[in-house]
């Protein structure tokens, strides 16, 4: 098993940053991908960002140029947010796949005024 735990979500004005972090415990040694998900109100949860576990990143188009994915070590996983848009309200969640399954942490909340 492995839980994850997300924080760094707030409420931050259009054109600000935010940077998020995901904690991961349990059996941390089987984790290979990391990565960041998030769901609007209303819609379907969608892939933002992910990392292996020998640092290559994947983005949605929808961020590349604004956010960063990176990863300091076996269980701690980061997303910095840049030029934030209103449309990138969401909850804001980290997964872990291991080869027993994908783990989800809880989300954190990103609230962007315009």
């Known amino acids: 098993q492995v839980q994850l735990v997300e924080s760094g979500g707030d409420l931050v004005q259009a054109g600000g940053s935010l940077r998020l972090s995901c904690v991961a415990s349990?059996?941390?040694?089987?984790?290979?991908?990391m990565g960041w998900y998030r769901q609007a109100p209303g819609k379907q949860r969608e892939f933002v960002a992910t990392?292996?576990?020998?640092?290559?990143t994947r983005y949605a188009d929808s961020v590349k140029g604004r956010f960063t994915i990176s990863r300091d070590n076996v269980k701690t996983v980061y997303l910095q947010m840049n030029s934030l848009k209103s449309e990138d309200t969401a909850v804001y969640y980290c997964?872990?796949?291991?080869?027993?399954?994908?783990?989800w942490g809880q989300g954190t909340q990103i609230t962007v005024s315009s």
């Open positions: 997964n872990a796949g291991t080869p027993a399954g994908l783990y």
């Open positions: 990392i292996t576990s020998s640092a290559l």
């Open positions: 349990g059996r941390i040694f089987s984790i290979n991908n």
